[in-house]
């Protein structure tokens, strides 16, 4: 059992957090993501683009402290405290399997609201919808930001500005309530929800990271990490690859990824486009099909969500011809992100 070095002790939670998401590879890390608060996305972004070198000794450190938690988690669903205090003992000793229960029991007590997570953003809304502001602000608070954006933008004019207050301005609630709160929720919930979890890091992993979310959650770190650090976000838009840069492809790659993508796809990606990239595709698209896609911009009304999403599988359709050899990508020529 290796001991825990100074380095180590001095790491913050959100420090070990990135660098596990660092072992686990980019696309685990991107699917990790999608299943943090907003908050959480942030500070683990900031501390992967902020971290550097780590010794063998450390890495090894936050790795078995991960694995342990985890285990501690998966025997304590399966057997109960006794049971995995017990198993956990043999394996790593009475002091160390002491310390995995606590890190667990702590977080099991902190993950309040898990089973909404898992609920159909529709079905939550017709539960919580004529709760008081402040108990959907807790409630938000602890759902997946697709959920929560989601809910919010559904809420009455004046619910809305309420409930948006009271989550800027929560700092701390009581275990007791969050508890009562819980309580009350899943027995509403009983009948709709199933219950059914080297060089390390830096700013091009980050951007590649990145370049695997969605457009809105992509907007949101920008956002928020700017508020920070405006260079450091700077340096991780420059190692990526948007959809604003298909501008500084060439012609040739930009007509060979033509071929891959969906009419329908392409019209709703260009709706909200500058008209610096639509010229880029109307220019390498023939006669015919240039006007197919404008006369559907022109009929048909597109979300913004489902803008976003059809650039995103654009994108997606770009990088893996440049993964294939297909086509090269000049990376970071975008300055701005279309919200």
């Known amino acids: 059992m290796a001991v825990m070095n ?8 959100s420090q070990k957090a990135a660098a596990v998401m660092i072992s686990l590879g980019a696309e685990t890390a991107s699917s990790i993501y999608k299943n943090l608060r907003e908050n959480e996305v942030e500070q683990v972004t900031y501390e992967i683009a902020r971290l550097k070198n780590l010794s063998a000794e450390t890495f090894e450190n936050i790795l078995q402290d991960f694995y342990g938690i985890c285990l501690a988690q998966q025997i304590i669903a399966e057997g109960g405290l006794d049971y995995a205090r017990e198993v956990l003992e043999k394996a790593f000793g009475a002091p160390m399997a002491t310390q995995f229960l606590e890190k667990v029991t702590k977080s099991l007590h902190t993950k309040a609201f898990e089973f909404i997570r898992k ?6 809304m017709a539960i919580i919808q004529n709760e008081h502001p402040q108990t959907i602000a807790l409630i938000l608070s602890y759902a997946r930001s697709d959920q929560a954006s989601t809910i919010l933008a559904e809420l009455p004019n004046t619910t809305k500005i309420e409930v948006v207050e009271r989550i800027a301005k929560m700092d701390r609630t009581s275990p007791e309530v969050i508890k009562e709160v819980e309580k009350t929720l ?7 929800v199933s219950t059914d979890f080297t060089e390390l890091g830096g700013v091009d992993y980050i951007a590649e990271i990145m370049n695997d979310m969605d457009r809105g959650s992509e907007k949101y770190i920008f956002d928020e ?9 700077e340096e991780i838009r420059k190692r990526m690859f948007v959809f604003e840069d298909i501008i500084n492809l060439q012609p040739r790659d930009i007509q060979r990824a033509l071929r891959e ?18 010229e880029v595709f109307f220019s390498n698209l023939s006669k015919r099909m240039s006007e197919t896609v404008r006369s559907d911009m022109e009929d048909t009304v597109v979300r913004m969500r489902e803008m976003e999403e059809a650039q995103q599988k654009i994108v997606a359709i770009f990088r893996q011809l440049e993964e294939q050899g297909q086509i090269t990508i000049a990376k970071g020529g975008g300055d701005d992100i279309v919200g």
């Open 6 to 13: 100074k380095e180590y002790m001095g790491l913050s939670g």
């Open 119 to 124: 609920a159909d953003y529709k079905n939550l």
């Open 186 to 192: 899943e027995r509403k919930f009983s009948s709709i």
């Open 225 to 233: 990490l700017a508020k920070k650090d405006a260079k450091l976000t």
């Open 261 to 278: 993508i969906d009419a329908a796809d392409l019209s709703r990606a260009l709706k909200g486009a500058s008209p610096e990239v639509q």
